[in-house]
Each structure stands twice: as structure tokens, then as C-alpha cells.
């Protein structure tokens, strides 16, 4: 996709731009807290356009990984990951971040999810740590300590209670992409659902990318102004791209894709397969629309159009 | 043994199910993600329960699911919840808060003080087989005031040795739980697909509590690989009964998603 839409040509203050130029924000090295939760709202048509685009040496985030994260370590992007879990539901694994884990080709900070949810916290408040009670005792606190985030974690004695705490660090990424339903050209961004820890992720970040599923106007997102997750002034760029996270689901847009879900499954089983899988829906498509012609096209879409009553 | 005829034929998974809602009380906050657990917290809203409250991590309270969804992220499992909100909204501020009456959790391995791996186990080939990670579970394993495990009885499970304790219970047993700080008050029931576990919290360690019908003492022995005392007296697990079938069969899962014969 190349322009956006026309009728908003000309909107003052407007952060509108190509899912290229949104890509392009991200530089390599950058730490990336992605939008997903299994195979919900993930950032799917941003991660093709890293990878398109050649993003090296990256670091991801997130409470719980889905397909976005499986996508990018499978195409080689990721050095680093910071996360409690992850995985595609009932379809399956994360094969490609499994794998990259078990031959130590990434580096895993491994937390409990919440841990993952405070840094992020304490990101956005700007306070240095948050303390937490859970990983006590645990492996998830040995290793993080003695192997993959010695900097990161730190235990201490409460200074009122006297308990045994759990520091964990603030944590400031670079990026956050957040994939919505609504937002409005200066960035105002509504998410319909539950909203796991993007809320938190977006506001820790230096730089906010909302990829939305429908541009409305500010006139829209006022008359629900509750609804409004990310305020317009901490984002960096709005991209406007329907189905931009299939094949996982936007809440009253879309319903997961199962056929391809399954598809990608497959594939994923292999270093090769996966290759295979970015060669054939990332870099041969080379855009989202012609993306969305390969995994079926309007009828596929048609398909998985959110029922009103149900919202899926 | 009992007689066959005293109890409607039922699948190992459906009892699980039964033995899971059976531990559930009216009006308790109940963490509980897919499959058995799900099955199990619907079965005691619609018998004994109706007042329980079921939460989730991806920020939901209280979902009243007409279809059975492919995960916590499948809207299907969002269907009719009271509450919309965050990880942080519901692990942080009931979870760490310590509100949670009854936490569920899988698991790739537990030890013999219900401490819980949910994330690698070793390959034959002595490698890591990595799983996709505990995700909230050691948040509730903290913080609860009790958690149930289900798990699979087999001696690769039930296991000295963990390979990652992703999710202490009673640690080394004795009051060491209470000494690392954990807040909760640790694991109070393992259900297999062979027996019922509980724990003595004076020492913390499980502690067999019955075992499922036709499963022999042998069975248990040979399928648990840390030392376990079999007494003589050990009941049977009661087995479900016909309304507990068929409200199962008919309206929790009538598409067998997660209660067909193993």
C-alpha cells in the first residue's frame, strides 16, 4: 500500500503515513514491544514490511508472543527477546522462536508475564523499577540473574515491610507498534476488547506506531473519547491498512484465519519451510494488498468479517 | 471396585473435569485458561457455583462463552465478560494483590512439592525442548491462595528433578515457601488422569488422595517418579454423575473439543 486515504489529505497535525515510511522508523538494533497476545491483534503487515525491508539485530517485547514475534526471529531479525510466554493458541507453537531458543541463536529474558507488564510500567511512569512479589524462589528469577538480564533484576528486602521483593527494571523501548481498530490522522488511538499490556508498552516507549484498521475523525473518536487507549500526542505515525493483522483477529473486524493459521503451522516446522513461508506471503506479494490476493482475497476476507452481535 | 452400573460410562477427561469442579466454591475468583480448567469452572457455575468468578490475563472478568474459542486470545473466549481491561488490571491488581482464590495450571513436569515447569523439558538427545513459556502462571502460582494443577500421570512427569522451576510450590518443603516470600498459599490439588493429589502443607509435600476407577495401585506406582506412598486404604475417585455427563456432553462441550476418551 502505498498512499493513504485522500479524504484526509490536508488534516492538520496529521502523522498519516505508508506502512513503509512506518517501517522505516525502526532502525536496526532498535527494542520493538509488539502489539499481540497469542494470535490476537497482532502487528502481521508491519513485521512483513521489516522484513521486507531488511531490519537487523532486533530486540521484541511483549507479555505474551504471538505470530508477529514467531515471524520476525524466523526471518532472522531478532537478537533478543524480553517476554513471559507465547504461542498460537490451540494452532500451535511458536516453532521459530522455539527453535531460535533452543540453539541460542536469540537471547531469551525470560519473566513471568506480569514482570514483563511492571517493566513496562515503570517505563511509562518514568520510575526506575517496579518491585513485584512473584518470581520468588523461581527459575524464571535464577536465570535472569545469572544468565540472560543480570542488570535487569535485583532482590531486596522491603525497606517498611521487611518482605523478600523482586526489583525489575524500567523498561524504555525504542519502538512500540500498536495495532487498533480506530484511530484518527493525529494518532488518537481506540482499541475495542481487552487491551493486555499495550497500553502500558505504548506508553513506555520512545516512539509510537499505530497501525489501524479504520482512519476516522477526530469528531468520531470524541464521541467516545473513553474508548481512546494511546492519545494522539505520544504517537509518531499512524498507519491506516484494513486486515493488517491477519491471519490472527481484530475484535469486531475480523476473526482469526484458521486455514492459514494452520498453513503457517506447517510451515514453521522447518528452518526451510519458514523460508519458504516469507519467500511466498512476504516477499514474493511485496505489499499488503497483493499479500491479501495470496491468502485468498476478497472472499477469504468476506469470510472473516466480524459478526455484529458476537464481535468475531 | 464399583459396579459398573452404578455410574454412567464417562470419559478419564470428564472426570478430571468433575474432580477440577468439585474443588470450586460459590462466589470464589478463579483463574482459568483453556481446556479442562474452562470446562471444569462451567460445570461448577452451572451446579453448585453459580456465583463463581472467572478471570483472565489478557483482561477479562466474568466471560460468558456461548462457543469454545482456540485460546485465551479467541474473542469466543471473550463472549458476555463483565469486564474489559488489562494484564495489568487483572494480573497486577487482583492477582498480585492477592485476591485469587483458586488458580489452574498445566504443566510439563511437576516435582513431589508441586513445583511446576511450564516451560522446556529435556530431548532424549540430552537438547532443550523449549514449550511457549509459563506466560502468567508463575504470577498466579505466587500469588494465589491456592492453585490446581492438572497434569498428565506419567514418570517423565511426576518428576524427581525439574528441568525450570517456572512456578514454585512448597520449593524444598518445610516452610521454605513461606521463607522466599512467595505470598500465596501454594498448591492444593494435582488431578491426574490416574488419581487425586493433595498436599500436606505442614511439610510440602503432595499426598495421594484417591484414585480414578480402574486405575490399579501398581498403575500409580509405575506412572509417578518420585517416591510416593500408596496406602492400603486409599479410596476411589467418585465418579461423575449422570446429570455431570450430560451436561458436559450436551452444553459445556458438545463438540468433544477437550472431553473425548484420551
Redesign the interface.
Known sequence: MTAHPSRTDGVAGSKLMTLAEAAAMVHDGDHLALS?????RNAIAFSHELIRQGRRNLTLSA??L?MDADLLVGAGLVQRLI?????L???G??QCV??A??QGTVVAE?Y????V??RY?AGALGIPFMP?????????LARLKEETAPDNVLEMTCPFTG???VLVRAMVPDVAVVQVQLADAEGNAQIL????????AAKAAQRVIVVAEELVSTDVIRQQPELTVIPGFRVSGVVVLPYSAHP??V?RCY??D?DHLRLYVAKARTEEGVRGYIEEFIREPGDHVAYLQRIGGIAKLAELR?DRV??? | MRAQTEAPEFTTSELMVVVGARELKDGQLVFAGLGIPQIAVALAQRTHAPRLIVLNEIGLVDPHQIELGVGNADPRHWYRAAVFSSFLDIVGMVGHRGLVDVGFLGALEIDEFGNNNSSEVQRDDGGIRRFGGGGGANDIASHAKSTIMIIRHEARKLVERLVHNTSPGFLTGGDARRRAGLPGRGPSRVITDKALFTFDTTVGRIKLLSIHPGITHEDVRVSTGFPLEIPPGVPETGPPTQEEVRLIREELDPTRMYTSAI
Do not use: Q, V
Open positions: 499481540g497476545f497469542a494470535c490476537a507479555c505474551i504471538g517476554y513471559g510466554g507465547g504461542s493458541d490451540r494452532f507453537s511458536l522455539n527453535r531458543y533452543e525470560y513471568s508475564s506480569l514482570a507488564a511492571f510500567l513485584m512479589k512473584s518470581m520468588l524462589g523461581s527459575d524464571l518482605d523478600p521483593l476488547g481487552p487491551r493486555w499490556e499495550n497500553g502500558e490472527t483477529s475484535y476473526d482469526h484458521h466480524a458476537l464481535g468475531y
